[in-house]
């Protein structure tokens, strides 16, 4: 893999490795020498092979395998590497002797020569095997990575009722190739390069050549080489790192374990990022409403699914409006509310030593509780755990006056309308509490502050120089055809404008005519 230099004005076009190497040298030609250094670079690790090898039928040229055990196929290497090379009945003489090991006597298809001792060791550490013979100034590095990894199977949180089962694993090559499979074209572009100083962890960014917008893409080079760090283990770590907006509770780059998902994030526009190690795929450009959209919206008819995002976005409100609400309502204004209704709810009230602020504060974080060690638990007792505690917890509240029963209706819809979107549930936790604490001290004037202010600054939110919120700024139908609603697949026709240079998605032929949609 070859070297990128941060000052190289390139614009990433080339493979690249932010890693931070430790310039050691490259190999001096010298095979003992050589063997020597390498064991001391690999001192006090028993995990490391050194196999030492006497080349041709009369064993008169030394060599040495160096590879991880665990990490490589030991059939590969004993049948395609040695065997080979101990039947060797002709040790060529040549100045390129390399080559002919290369073409003619080892018998495996990705194999390199190298010389440049900190690319070794990113390489073994990462299942390939370094042959080093006497004689030879260049190591030959071979492709024999055997990993452990579990099967291709669905997302467990991202599971749909009609669509592809298929979900990421941990191996970027697999991933890649799902991926690949779904998107047959040249125009797919995949840019390998690596990150953290001790992990060297191997990042795929990819894209459409043809639709992914240049300067999108450039920015996303530009932030990649400023990133330094010891380690990257998941994605969220180059999400962190790269993101617009840092101290925004609201995500500027979205996320999936689906290659389906991917793959139709690429056709609009997006980039992918791919992180070793993980099966979470960074995607960006982020609209806002992503939030509210589902996998299965495009499997399913555009009626319903245009239904179910509605509800989705009024969850969205209902979550994070709901409690303040009703502390506004309860605790200000009394009068908004029919007298029969007011009477009931103060009659329930009469016996509770608390204020509706204070037991809505205790009964929202018993609920976050719940719901955190549902999360943390085994899968069926965690559920069973969160509806029966929550189940005993309200009865038992009620029972013994310390909260009224609409407080816990209250609770039971802001936590049943929080599930509807997922995406947001860091957003939502913390914008429950502004507005209930604005509602507290100042009512109704306190929750159309909190709204405002959260409107605000959801208008003020980008992703990589595009506004979260720009498909609302111009009402045409293929501007909202996939918001709100979403549109039949024959009314498309254009991809999100503000992400991609080439917006035309197919023909128009819906009733045979030609339309305009500037």
Same mark, same amino acid.
């Given at each position: 893999?070859?070297?990128?230099?941060?000052?190289?004005?390139?614009?990433?076009?080339?493979?690249?490795?932010?890693?931070?190497?430790?310039?050691l040298?490259?190999?001096?030609?010298?095979?003992?020498?050589?063997?020597?250094?390498?064991?001391?670079?690999?001192?006090?690790?028993?995990?490391?092979?050194? %196999?030492?090898?006497?080349i041709?039928?009369?064993?008169?040229i030394?060599?040495?395998l160096?590879f991880?055990?665990?990490?490589?196929?030991?059939?590969?290497?004993?049948?395609?590497i040695?065997?080979?090379?101990?039947?060797?009945e002709q040790?060529?003489?040549?100045?390129?002797?390399?080559?002919?090991?290369?073409?003619?006597?080892?018998q495996?298809?990705?194999?390199?020569?190298?010389?440049?001792?900190?690319?070794?060791?990113?390489?073994?550490?990462y299942?390939?095997?370094?042959?080093?013979?006497?004689?030879?100034g260049?190591?030959?590095?071979?492709?024999?990575?055997?990993?452990?990894?579990?099967?291709?199977?669905?997302?467990?949180g991202?599971?749909?009722?009609?669509?592809?089962?298929?979900?990421?694993?941990?191996?970027?090559?697999?991933?890649?190739s799902?991926?690949?499979?779904?998107?047959?074209?040249?125009k797919?572009?995949?840019?390998?390069?690596?990150?953290?100083?001790?992990?060297n962890t191997?990042?795929?960014?990819?894209?459409?050549?043809?639709?992914?917008?240049?300067?999108?893409?450039?920015?996303?080079y530009?932030?990649l080489?400023?990133?330094?760090?010891?380690?990257?283990?998941?994605?969220n770590?180059?999400?962190?790192?790269?993101?617009?907006n840092? /101290?925004?509770?609201?995500?500027?780059?979205?996320?999936?374990e689906?290659?389906d998902?991917?793959?139709?994030?690429?056709l609009?526009? %997006?980039?992918a990022?791919f992180?070793?190690?993980?099966?979470v795929?960074?995607?960006?450009?982020?609209?806002?409403?992503?939030n509210?959209?589902?996998?299965?919206?495009?499997y399913?008819?555009?009626?319903?699914?245009?239904?179910?995002?509605?509800l %989705?976005?009024?969850?969205?409100?209902?979550?994070?409006?709901?409690? @303040?609400?009703?502390? +506004?309502v309860?605790?200000?204004?009394?009068?908004?509310?029919?007298?029969?209704?007011?009477?009931?709810? +103060?009659?329930?009230?009469?016996?509770?030593?608390?204020?509706a602020?204070?037991?809505?504060?205790?009964?929202?974080?018993?609920?976050?509780?719940?719901?955190?060690?549902?999360?943390?638990?085994?899968?069926?007792?965690?559920?069973a755990?969160?509806?029966?505690?929550?189940?005993v917890?309200?009865?038992?509240?009620v029972?013994?006056?310390?909260? +009224? @029963?609409?407080?816990?209706?209250?609770?039971?819809?802001?936590?049943?309308?929080?599930?509807?979107?997922p995406?947001?549930?860091?957003?939502?936790?913390?914008?429950?509490?502004?507005?209930?604490?604005?509602?507290?001290?100042?009512?109704?004037?306190?929750?159309?502050?909190?709204?405002?202010?959260?409107?605000?600054?959801?208008?003020?939110?980008?992703?990589?120089?595009?506004w979260?919120?720009?498909?609302a700024?111009?009402?045409?139908?293929?501007?909202?055809?996939?918001?709100?609603?979403r549109g039949? /697949?024959?009314?498309?026709?254009?991809?999100?404008?503000?992400?991609?240079?080439?917006?035309?998605?197919?023909?128009?032929? /819906?009733?045979?005519?030609?339309?305009?949609?500037?």
């Amino acid at each position: 893999m070859g070297r990128f230099n941060k000052s190289n004005k390139n614009n990433g076009q080339e493979n690249m490795d932010f890693s931070s190497p430790e310039n050691l040298g490259t190999l001096s030609g010298n095979y003992e020498e050589d063997i020597k250094w390498l064991k001391e670079i690999f001192k006090d690790d028993d995990s490391i092979v050194f %196999r030492r090898l006497n080349i041709g039928v009369d064993g008169s040229i030394n060599a040495s395998l160096i590879f991880f055990d665990g990490l490589v196929d030991s059939a590969i290497i004993d049948n395609n590497i040695i065997k080979p090379l101990t039947e060797l009945e002709q040790i060529p003489k040549e100045k390129s002797a390399e080559d002919i090991f290369l073409s003619k006597v080892v018998q495996i298809d990705s194999v390199k020569k190298v010389k440049d001792l900190d690319e070794i060791i990113q390489e073994i550490t990462y299942g390939d095997t370094l042959l080093v013979i006497d004689g030879i100034g260049e190591g030959l590095l071979f492709s024999t990575k055997n990993f452990e990894s579990r099967s291709i199977s669905e997302p467990e949180g991202e599971k749909i009722l009609s669509g592809p089962r298929e979900g990421f694993t941990e191996v970027i090559i697999t991933n890649l190739s799902l991926v690949r499979r779904k998107l047959r074209t040249n125009k797919l572009k995949m840019k390998y390069f690596k990150l953290g100083k001790e992990t060297n962890t191997q990042i795929c960014v990819a894209y459409l050549d043809n639709i992914a917008a240049p300067k999108t893409l450039k920015e996303l080079y530009r932030r990649l080489g400023q990133i330094d760090i010891d380690g990257i283990l998941d994605a969220n770590y180059i999400n962190e790192l790269i993101r617009d907006n840092p /101290w925004s509770p609201f995500r500027s780059i979205g996320y999936t374990e689906r290659p389906d998902v991917v793959s139709a994030k690429l056709l609009e526009g %997006r980039i992918a990022i791919f992180v070793d190690g993980t099966p979470v795929v960074l995607a960006l450009p982020y609209l806002f409403i992503e939030n509210f959209q589902s996998n299965e919206d495009y499997y399913l008819s555009f009626y319903y699914t245009s239904f179910s995002r509605i509800l %989705r976005i009024l969850g969205f409100f209902l979550t994070t409006l709901v409690p @303040a609400i009703y502390i +506004a309502v309860t605790a200000f204004h009394q009068e908004m509310l029919p007298a029969p209704l007011l009477i009931s709810v +103060a009659i329930e009230r009469q016996k509770v030593p608390l204020p509706a602020a204070v037991e809505a504060f205790i009964m929202l974080i018993v609920f976050e509780i719940l719901k955190e060690t549902a999360l943390r638990m085994q899968t069926n007792v965690g559920q069973a755990l969160s509806i029966v505690g929550a189940l005993v917890l309200g009865q038992a509240a009620v029972e013994a006056n310390l909260v +009224a @029963a609409p407080m816990i209706i209250v609770i039971a819809i802001t936590g049943i309308t929080s599930i509807l979107v997922p995406r947001m549930n860091a957003p939502i936790f913390l914008i429950r509490f502004i507005m209930l604490i604005l509602a507290s001290f100042l009512g109704f004037f306190g929750v159309t502050i909190g709204f405002a202010l959260m409107l605000t600054h959801i208008l003020s939110l980008k992703s990589f120089g595009n506004w979260q919120l720009a498909s609302a700024s111009k009402l045409n139908y293929q501007t909202i055809k996939d918001t709100i609603i979403r549109g039949p /697949w024959y009314r498309m026709i254009l991809r999100p404008r503000q992400l991609t240079g080439n917006a035309v998605r197919q023909k128009n032929t /819906w009733r045979g005519h030609d339309e305009t949609y500037d």
